[in-house]
């Protein structure tokens, strides 16, 4: 465990390194500095309260996935919601999700296991909302090579796996008996053990059985990107850009789709790459795109990272819990 561990952290450090190279290589530095001194940060505000409204839905939407399992109010998933996203910028491979189960499991007696379940429910259905709002607004902007290579290779990617997942809801025995083959070159304790997770994980798919769910997992997803590609369009005002607004649609789902792409906590790297890419393609000049790029990022990083420590610290979860969530959730 601790060298695979190990591995995705050298692996997500590369993935960095090589989209900040890519970034830079394309960047105007002179253009960038004198776009950081002279931009409107006061556009920065509205952009990171957009944001938290944003998270609203969000939590909207867990609540719907989580329902099989237990009702809870959006008023406590709401600060749990923002923990995960802060943890995701703080920790390598998306451990953030670990987090939000560890959290909710321990305060409210769920399976983590099945409260992981319902995250990546959660991720797939952002995966193809976003694919689809590329989609939509690329219909009437275009998108670039790079772009549209993006999101042909993520929408495969998300459509096959909600696929596998609504199957193995569906067809739940067949995917007991697929994971219990698999497990066979494990030793015996461990079968038992990797089977009673599945199981567990399993149970976090249940709000896939109704098409109603999804209909609102969608919508609520769809609301809360629109939100977030408003916070991106307000942050550009704040640089001089002028694009309408499609085109902080097809940013949204190509900045958040990059970070798929390995790389370091944050999404560091490949966030800024497909930010620059988008603002560049609508004749945006590339210090100045990337410029935006770089304080967008940070204005989606550390306003969370505060807030969500406030909230770790409201609901009295130790830090060190942080550092132990895989082993946590696998109890």
């Known amino acids: 465990m601790g060298q695979l561990k190990s591995r995705q952290i050298w692996l997500g450090l590369g993935g960095t390194v090589l989209f900040l190279a890519l970034f830079f290589w394309q960047t105007d530095l002179r253009e960038f500095v004198n776009a950081m001194r002279d931009a409107d940060y006061r556009w920065a505000v509205l952009g990171v309260m957009l944001w938290f409204v ?57 399976s983590k296991a099945a409260v992981l379940g319902t995250v990546v429910v959660e991720r797939v259905a952002d995966g193809l909302t976003l694919v689809a709002l590329m989609a939509v607004a690329g219909a009437f902007i275009g998108l670039g090579s790079a772009v549209g290579l993006l999101a042909m290779a993520m929408a495969a990617l998300f459509v096959v796996a909600f696929l596998i997942l609504v199957v193995a809801m569906m067809k739940r025995d067949a995917a007991e008996k697929a994971i219990k083959a698999l497990c066979q070159p494990l030793p015996r304790p461990w079968q038992g053990k990797v089977l009673q997770l599945a199981d567990a994980f399993l149970d976090g798919l249940m709000a896939l059985r109704s098409p109603w769910a999804l209909v609102g997992v969608m919508a609520t997803g769809g609301v809360a990107w629109a939100l977030e590609a408003a916070m991106y369009f307000v942050v550009g005002r704040g640089f001089g850009i002028q694009g309408g607004f499609a085109t902080f649609l097809v940013l949204t789902g190509a900045a958040n789709l990059a970070i798929a792409v390995p790389s370091s906590a944050g999404g560091v790297g490949p966030f ?45 979860v130790p830090l060190r819990a942080m550092a132990r969530q895989p082993a946590e959730v696998a109890k």
């Open 54 to 110: 944003a998270a609203w839905p969000r939590s909207l939407r867990w609540k719907l996935i989580l329902r099989p399992l237990r009702p809870l109010p959006v008023v406590i998933l709401y600060p749990v919601l923002v923990i995960g996203y802060m943890a995701n910028n703080l920790l390598p491979a998306r451990l953030g999700e670990l987090v939000r189960a560890y959290i909710l499991g321990e305060r409210y007696a769920l």
């Open 272 to 316: 800024e790459w497909a930010s620059q890419q988008v603002m560049v393609g609508a004749g945006v000049a590339r210090g100045v795109a990337s410029a935006y790029a770089v304080a967008l990022h940070g204005l989606l990083l550390v306003p969370v990272i505060v807030v969500g420590l406030v909230f770790l610290w409201l609901l009295q």
